[in-house]
């Protein structure tokens, strides 16, 4: 009976820990953290007084973007050189 129990609850644990990565590299989070980026960036810019802070909050949050694009392929690049 204790090992039905600890396979279901490891079976509990690897879903949670799937969910987790699975959201940690969607899409739908990317998009979500840029919108907030753009959001809190315009307010800013807005609030101090910077021309066209509509375009010039595109700037970081494109940033954003590009950094979260290209970390995968540096993970991949920096654990196949860690790895020999």
Known sequence: MDFEKEI???K???N???AD???ETSLFRR???ALMTYVVIVLFFWIIEVQNFWLNALVPTAGFVFSTLSLPF???WWIKRRIK
């Open 8 to 10: 279901l609850t490891i």
């Open 12 to 14: 509990e644990r690897n």
């Open 16 to 18: 949670k820990v799937e």
């Open 21 to 23: 990565k699975a959201w």
């Open 31 to 33: 998009i979500t953290i």
């Open 74 to 76: 540096i993970k991949k």
